[in-house]
């Protein structure tokens, strides 16, 4: 062993670990020796192992040293990528808050990784999860449903079952999105001239917009005093772009508002003409700690305690949803008394009418006794996602219940829609969402195509099952097609408020019909109100 080496052991015994380009000042500093010089003894230290690299760089391509005595455990590799690679750092961090199972699509959002490689130095999603895996600290798994993970190694066994509790825990968050949404609009925070979000069909996947990932993307007109007044920002480049962050189902952390930051940083870098408006908009139930508010705010962006909107009882509404889709992954039927806590707590916090689209959840859940009840032995599955390749475009859709009976030999596919009775359900056409016809020329025959193709024989059947009513056109479509192939043998192939009620007393629900009575089925107002498709619900 030289001086040079001798003095490189000595340092890496005393100290925990020394990154490439410190351990060359060094020996620049006491040996003289040059830069080019100092990295060969290094490498050559390093092939004789007297010094023990890492298997990863910390950026430039530099390494770690350390004494081949010693290991990199995660707490040295976390205290060197805290400084030198923050989304590698901030990836093992956010991996162990999630108890080692953590979705691709939140790796994305929290490293600030682009789709597709960019001129800058951004790793892709895929790098950074390869780096965990060769310092035996994650592991990537996809799971049934071809949803991707991240994974501590030791859960390997367990992961199926673990990630189906990440993503009950996600469609909490996609759950709200849609109210937020119409909140924001509401203050004149956002248009509904363009808005994407994050909803249950792409929750793992999210919005794509200039090369990053987002929960939703909208514009805005509402700019104050500009040069160009709202009533002509008649185009999206005259209009604020809005970018919005929104965790719901667990605290907003330093590690979301960085990974928010550097995509915003990497998509305004990306225009090439001049500067994009843009309005960042963070949504949270709770965070961290007060100092992270107003560092937010500092930044100059807008954010929202969802308290602030609906009131603090909604609280209690995301830990009694949050519960409720843990009955789902359990496989357990939700008990009626927690959804009617939780209906109960909207109306008496006045915000059962700005949550619609948690009240339409409820009842999805509200139902699914009576699904059990009706199909004992059969195999119930619940927001089953089915997709496929149409004209060279891969499309997924969700749906509420798919029943396999196999009594029956039959498969029914059931929509779900709870509204409020004073609104109608429109006819509509397969490119209309939340429409009759969306469902029966649309999404049934994509379902209906897939599960034919696993099993030519089996008879597949829809119900469609609301709270409310069907326009005039709508109950006429529906009439025509109950006596048909689509109609399911134990039940019919609609259902509005007054039918429903009627099925439930017939098979003696009575706590589910009182449930659906009090919050759902009202008495009919004067003005009919058609329901609400603004942002494609």
Known sequence: MNQY???????????????????????????????????????????????????????????????????????????????NRPPLFRLINMLDRYQGVLTQYEAMKICATPLKQEKTKSDLIHKLILETELLDIGLRFENSDGVKFIIYPSLKNDAEAMCKKEINRMTVDTAFIPDVLRALRKYNIIDNDRVLYRNKNTAHI????????????????????????????????????????????????????????????????????????????????????????NRIRKLGFLCFDLGAIYGSWVYKIIQNVVEVKKTHSSETIPTDIL??????????????????????????????????????????????????????????????????????????????????????????????????????????????GILQMRDPNVKITASYITTSSFKEDGVAFLASINNGKLKPNDLEVWYDGEKLMSLLGKFKLVKTQEIIKKYYIKEKEETDEVVDQEFNF
């Not at 990199?72 to 060197?80: D, G, N, R, Y």
């Open 5 to 83: 080496e001798k003095h490189v052991s000595d340092k890496l015994l005393k100290e925990e670990f020394i990154l490439g380009k410190d351990l060359n000042l060094q020996l620049q500093k006491k040996f003289g020796v040059t830069s080019p010089y100092g990295r060969k003894i290094i490498e050559r230290a390093a092939k004789s192992k007297i010094i023990k690299p890492s298997v990863i760089s910390f950026g430039n391509g530099q390494y770690a040293y350390i004494h081949p005595s010693k290991r990199f455990t995660k707490e040295i590799v976390l205290q060197i990528a805290k400084i």
């Open 206 to 293: 999210g919005i794509t917009h200039n090369n990053y990932t987002w929960d939703a993307i909208a514009y805005t007109k509402t700019t104050g005093i500009n040069d160009t007044r709202s009533s002509q920002a008649d185009t999206f480049d005259k209009q604020t772009l809005v970018a919005l962050d929104i965790v719901i189902s667990r605290a907003y952390s330093d590690n979301d508002l960085q990974g928010f930051v550097s995509r915003l940083q990497g998509m305004q870098s990306a225009v090439k003409t001049g500067k994009r408006k843009v309005l960042p908009v963070i949504i949270y139930a709770h965070t961290e700690s007060k100092i992270l508010v």
């Open 339 to 448: 959804v009617e806590k939780t209906l109960d707590i909207m109306r008496n916090a006045g915000q059962e009418n700005n949550l619609p689209n948690i009240k339409g959840d409820l009842f999805e859940s509200l139902m699914f006794p009576f699904f059990k009840l009706i199909f004992p032995d059969a195999i119930i599955e619940v927001g089953e996602k089915l997709k496929s390749k149409v004209g060279g475009k891969k499309l997924e859709y969700e749906y509420d219940y798919i029943i396999k009976s196999s009594r029956l030999k039959e498969v029914i596919i059931i929509e779900l829609k709870g509204y409020s009775s004073s609104n109608y359900i429109s006819l509509g056409d397969h490119q209309t969402q939340n429409t009759i016809k969306w469902f029966f020329g649309n999404t049934f025959p994509f379902a209906k």
